[in-house]
């Protein structure tokens, strides 16, 4: 009968190293192979050659170790995500990857190991959103550009575009044609360069945007449809809960991933706790952006914030209590299926009743534009919606 063996994975770009370790703890073999389907088919039968493989540690299962995190469950094993060793550890042993391959092994005999990977469900919501992020900060660095070659461009160049703002200066920059001397030529030609680029990667940006909606939208209306979950933030929550959220337990082991859950800090009679500087910092980003839209907009989230502002709590510590309840409300999303109310009706229904979005804005005390974005579904508001239905309907 085959003897229970644990592999252990230390992946790189070109290369993985496999480790295999028996059930108590003994090194049995390690050996290296490329990462190609081929490589990937010889590190598994090496694997199975040292008996029934029970799980298999992958260090690194959504950069270098997706290739083989692929093929070995394609396969039908077992594989748990294993964390780098820490500091004080590596200190202690040193480093290699033999080493890195046996300890990955030994985390998840132990257990300590025991998360399992994300699917490829959301890896074409994490390109385009990744296209989308450098997309911004490639037109920011070329915003930057412009304005340190207005500081030190002649006074008439400086004079003429230094005063325009956004993108009244791009625009008139990208349609001027350079001229005067071979100084004035080539500032101008650098300025109308970097303009048109500006120009091009914002364009860019907004069809990305657009596109990653219908992504995030198609594989989580629930999500995106909560209030203030715009498309980047939806998408960030998706990449950092992956394709199957099953995989976290609870809500707060969702809060501690996105480093908005307290950490205890207790010591002897000292009962307290800190706040939490780990976890994914995009992800607790986007909680923070979040909180502040509803902040700013949702009448239930101002009411909240009047009561723990009455209370003497701070800003910064309403929002971190924000964040923690909104934590708990996107697990949700994430992990049960969400009825998203229908809109579709609302648009129609107000123009057959010949209503301009101005009156029925009028009505409610509200901008036009909020009435546009609810019946286009761009921001969700359950009771309004409701309450706009039923007052169509009646007028």
Request: positive net charge; proline residues 3%.
């Amino acid at each position: 009968m085959d003897q229970a063996v644990f592999g252990g994975v230390d992946s790189h770009a070109d290369t993985v190293h496999v480790a295999v370790v028996s059930d108590n703890g003994g090194h049995l073999a390690d050996a290296e192979f490329a990462t190609t389907a081929a490589g990937y088919a010889a590190a598994l039968a090496f694997l199975d050659a040292h008996g029934h493989v029970r799980a298999i540690g992958v260090e690194g299962t959504a950069s270098y170790g997706a290739g083989f995190t692929r093929a070995a469950r394609s396969r039908g094993h077992r594989v748990v995500e294993v964390n780098r060793p820490d500091r004080a550890e590596r200190r202690r042993i040193g480093k290699s990857d033999p080493i890195d391959a046996y300890a990955a092994a030994r985390a998840a005999l132990s257990g300590r190991a025991s998360s399992a990977p994300k699917d490829d469900t959301v890896t074409g919501i994490r390109a385009m959103h990744n296209a989308a992020r450098s997309a911004v900060k490639a037109r920011t660095a070329a915003l930057n550009q412009i304005t340190h070659i207005l500081i030190t461009a002649p006074e008439d160049i400086r004079a003429r575009y230094g005063q325009l703002k956004g993108n009244a200066r791009t625009d008139a920059l990208a349609r001027l044609r350079p001229a005067g001397d071979a100084v004035h030529i080539a500032v101008l030609t650098a300025l109308k360069s970097l303009a048109r680029r500006v120009n091009g990667l914002a364009a860019e940006h907004e069809a990305l945007t657009k596109a990653l909606d219908s992504e995030v939208t198609a594989h989580n209306p629930g999500l995106r449809a909560a209030y203030g979950v715009g498309p980047d933030t939806a998408a960030q929550l998706l990449i950092t809960a992956g394709g199957n959220p099953e995989r976290m337990r609870t809500e707060s082991s969702f809060a501690a991933l996105c480093g908005a859950a307290p950490v205890p800090a207790s010591s002897g009679r000292t009962n307290r706790h800190r706040l939490s500087r780990g976890g994914d910092r995009a992800a607790n980003a986007a909680l923070y952006r979040i909180a502040l839209v509803r902040m700013s907009s949702d009448s239930r989230t101002r009411e909240y914030v009047v009561r723990q502002t009455a209370a003497g709590r701070t800003k910064k510590e309403i929002i971190r209590l924000l964040k923690r309840a909104i934590a708990r409300e996107m697990f949700r999303c994430l992990t049960t299926t969400v009825t998203v109310p229908g809109i579709a009706d609302l648009r129609p229904l107000r123009q057959s009743k010949n209503i301009t979005l101005t009156t029925a804005a009028r009505h409610f005390g509200l901008w036009p534009a909020t009435i546009s974005t609810l019946e286009r579904g761009i921001r969700r508001d359950d009771d309004l919606a409701s309450t706009y239905r039923d007052w169509l309907q009646a007028a």
